[in-house]
C-alpha cells in the first residue's frame, strides 16, 4: 500500500475523501484550516461529486452540511475550538433530532492555547451536547477516525465529533494512502415532521432516545480503551490524545513500560461504561492525563477514591501536557529517586519570545497608524484576526470574539453619549472575512439604534490569517472555480450606512483624510454609523492579481534616530542603532512599499536615487 508523510490536517483531508464524504464546509481557524485544502487536493479520486465549500461562518457550515446529511449521503463539517461556540445552536439540537448520512464534525482544539481566544476543551462541549467524541493520538490514527466516526454515526444516526489537537493537526506521519470509496448514494430526503421539524411536544421523547443511543454507544467493543503494561500493575495511567502519544513515548525512555499500566480513551464521551469498574477493580492508583480539560477525570469521580488528575491538583490546572511537563507529573506520582529525576528529560532553557507583529508591507499597518495619528485620543475596538496586531501599535483597545468590535463600539458610544457630553471618537477595525462571518449583523443594529461610530473595514482581499481562503467578495470557490461575488460595499448599503468611502492606506494622507470626513458625519445632524473601507490586498497572497508597485527605499546619514519609524509604525525591516542615532533598512524583509517615507517626520527615509 502507498504511504505519503502526511500533515495531521491533510491526514485527516484524505480521510474524508477516502470515506465517501460528499459534502465538505468549513470556516478557517488555526488549528484546522488546512483540512478543507487537503480534501480539495484528494477530491479528483472521489467517484461521486463532492461538493465544498469555505462558509460564511461556522453555524452556516454546520447546517448546511447537516441537510446533507439528512439526504443519506456522508457529510463533514470542519471548525476550531471557538468556532463551535458559534455553531453552539445547530449542534447542541443536531444530537436529539440526529442524522442519516454519516455526518462527523471535526473540531480542532488548541491547547496551549497558541492562536486562539480561550483553551475551551471540545470534549466538554461534547458532554453538555450528549455528542460521542473521538480523540485521535496521531495523524494516522486521526484518518482512521474519520471513517469510524462516520460508521459510528450512521449506525446509531448522530452525529460524532472527532477532536484532534493542535499536536496532531500540525505534526506528520507516514500514512498508508486508502481507495476513496464511491457509496454511489442519492440524495434521498424522507419526509418526518416528527423528528426534523420537533415541535416540544417531540423532545421528551427524542431526549430519551438520545440517551439510550449514549448508553448503546458506550458499550461497542470497537472503543473499549485499549491498554499496554504488565497487567494489573499497582499503577495505571489513563490517557487520550497527544498526552498518550507523548506519555507512551516517556514511559518507554525511562524503562517503566513494565511497572504502569497505560490505557488510551479513544473515545473520551461517553466513557465506555465497564471502564471505570475495572479500573477501581484492577488498579490501587490511577493518574488520568488529558488536555486542556478534565473530561475522562470528571466521569471517573466517584468510582474510585484514587483518581489522580487535574481536579485534584496532580496535573496543571490548564496549558499543554508537553514532555517536560509529562516528565515531572510522572515522577511525582512514581515517586521516583532523586537519581531518577536526573536521569530523564534534558532539559532545554526555555527560548527567547519575539514579539508577533504585522508583516513588512501589510496594509493594516498604515491603516492602523493613519487612525492613531488621526484620532490620538480615539478608542479603538478591533476583532479577531492579523490585525488584533494593531495592539502593538496602539491603535487596538479591544478584541473579544468574532464580529465583537462594531457592537463594542456602539456600546462604548451609547455610554459616552448618554452623559450628554461630546463623545469620543470610536474607531472600530475589523477585517473582511471577519466582517462578512459576524460583522453583518453587528452593523445593522449599530445603525438600528443610532450609534454614531467610524467601521474601518480592513479588506485585503483574503482570509490571511488562516491561509489566504477566498472570502465572499472573491467570487471563488473552494476548488477554485469560479462562484458568485457578494461585494462589501453593498452590503453596507443595505445595512443603512450614510457614509461610505473607501481608500488605500497606502496613501496616508489621503487615507486620514476618509477619517476625518467621516468624523465630520458621524458628528453631524444626521450622522450616524460611517464605514470606512481600507483596500489594499495582502502582500503574503500569491494568489492575488493585484502588482504591487516597488518604491526601493534608502535612510540617509541626517537621520536622527527618533524611532517612530521602529517604534509607533513598528516595521521589521526597520531597526533602530540607539548608539548612533540612526535607523536601516533591512533590505531582505523590506518589501518596498514605500509607505515609511511618509512616516518618517524628518524626511530621512526617502526612495533611492531621488531628492531628499
Not at 149 to 167: D, K, Q
Not at 241 to 265: F, P, T, W
Not at 500 to 529: C, H, M, N, Q, W
Request: glycine share 10%; with cysteine.
Amino acid at each position: 500500500m502507498k504511504q505519503q508523510l502526511l500533515m495531521g490536517n491533510e491526514a485527516i483531508g484524505r480521510g474524508l475523501v477516502e470515506a465517501g464524504c460528499t459534502f465538505v464546509s468549513a470556516y478557517p481557524g488555526t488549528p484546522s484550516s488546512e483540512i478543507l485544502g487537503a480534501v480539495t487536493t484528494s477530491m479528483d479520486e472521489a467517484g461521486s461529486p463532492m461538493h465544498v465549500e469555505w462558509s460564511v461562518n461556522e453555524k452556516v457550515a454546520f447546517e448546511s452540511a447537516l441537510a446533507a446529511s439528512y439526504t443519506g449521503k456522508r457529510a463533514a463539517v470542519i471548525m476550531k475550538q471557538v468556532g463551535l461556540n458559534v455553531a453552539a445552536d445547530p449542534f447542541t439540537r443536531s444530537t436529539y433530532l440526529g442524522v442519516k448520512g454519516g455526518f462527523v464534525v471535526v473540531v480542532a482544539d488548541d491547547p496551549g492555547p497558541h492562536s486562539s481566544q480561550t483553551e475551551q476543551d471540545t470534549r466538554l462541549f461534547c458532554l453538555f451536547a450528549k455528542a460521542p467524541v473521538l480523540d485521535p493520538a496521531s495523524p494516522a490514527e486521526a484518518r482512521d477516525m474519520v471513517t469510524e466516526a462516520l460508521e459510528l454515526s450512521e449506525r446509531y444516526e448522530i452525529p460524532v465529533v472527532l477532536r484532534p489537537t493542535t499536536r496532531i493537526c500540525h505534526s506528520r506521519q507516514n500514512v498508508d494512502l486508502r481507495p476513496v470509496q464511491d457509496l454511489e448514494r442519492k440524495a434521498v430526503f424522507e419526509k418526518n415532521p416528527g423528528r426534523w421539524v420537533a415541535t416540544p411536544a417531540f423532545l421528551t421523547g427524542l431526549h430519551g432516545e438520545l440517551n439510550d443511543k449514549l448508553h448503546r454507544i458506550s458499550g461497542e467493543e470497537r472503543f473499549q480503551p485499549t491498554a499496554t503494561g504488565p497487567g494489573r500493575a499497582e499503577c495505571c495511567i489513563v490517557a487520550s490524545g497527544i498526552a498518550h502519544a507523548n506519555v507512551s513515548d516517556l514511559l518507554e525512555e525511562m524503562g517503566l513500560g513494565d511497572r504502569v499500566d497505560l490505557y488510551q480513551v479513544r473515545m473520551p464521551f461517553p466513557l465506555p461504561r465497564d471502564f471505570a469498574r475495572n479500573l477501581a477493580r484492577d488498579h490501587e492508583k490511577i493518574l488520568v492525563l488529558e488536555e486542556p480539560d478534565a473530561v475522562i477525570e470528571l466521569q471517573l469521580q466517584g468510582k474510585d477514591k484514587n483518581i489522580l488528575g487535574r481536579l485534584t491538583g496532580h496535573v496543571p490546572g490548564q496549558g499543554e501536557l508537553t514532555p517536560d511537563v509529562l516528565h515531572t507529573i510522572l515522577l511525582d506520582f512514581l515517586d521516583l529517586p532523586e537519581k531518577k529525576k536526573n536521569g530523564g528529560l534534558q532539559q532545554n532553557p526555555p527560548a527567547r519570545g519575539r514579539r508577533p507583529s504585522l508583516c513588512p508591507g501589510c496594509p493594516h499597518r498604515a491603516s492602523f497608524y493613519a487612525i492613531k495619528k488621526t484620532f490620538p485620543k480615539g478608542i479603538y475596538p478591533s476583532d479577531i484576526g492579523c490585525y488584533t496586531l494593531g495592539m502593538n501599535l496602539g491603535a487596538v483597545d479591544t478584541c473579544h470574539c468574532m464580529g465583537a468590535c462594531i457592537s463594542q463600539g456602539a456600546g462604548f458610544y451609547h455610554a459616552h453619549a448618554q452623559d450628554g457630553d461630546d463623545f469620543p471618537t470610536i474607531v472600530v477595525t475589523i477585517g473582511d472575512s471577519t466582517f462578512f462571518h459576524a460583522g453583518i449583523p453587528a452593523l445593522i443594529n449599530a445603525v438600528v439604534q443610532k450609534a454614531r461610530i467610524i467601521v474601518t473595514i480592513l479588506d485585503n482581499s483574503t482570509t490571511a490569517m488562516t491561509g489566504q481562503q477566498p472570502t465572499p467578495q472573491h467570487g471563488v470557490l473552494a476548488d477554485g472555480s469560479p462562484g458568485n461575488r457578494v461585494v462589501i460595499e453593498d452590503i453596507v448599503r443595505a445595512c443603512g450606512v450614510g457614509f461610505l468611502k473607501i481608500g488605500d492606506p497606502y496613501d496616508l494622507e489621503g487615507f486620514s483624510t476618509l477619517l476625518r470626513e467621516a468624523d465630520s458625519f458621524i458628528r453631524s445632524e444626521k450622522g450616524g454609523v460611517a464605514v470606512v473601507i481600507a483596500r489594499h490586498p495582502c502582500l503574503m497572497d500569491r494568489k492575488n492579481p493585484a502588482r504591487q508597485e516597488r518604491i526601493p527605499m534608502e535612510i540617509l546619514d541626517d537621520c536622527v534616530g527618533c524611532g517612530i519609524c521602529v517604534q509607533q509604525f513598528e516595521c521589521p525591516a526597520i531597526t533602530l542603532d540607539e548608539k548612533e542615532k540612526q535607523a536601516h533598512i533591512d533590505q531582505v524583509l523590506c518589501v518596498e512599499c514605500g509607505v515609511c517615507e511618509t512616516v518618517c517626520p524628518t524626511g530621512s527615509i526617502v526612495r533611492k536615487g531621488g531628492a531628499k
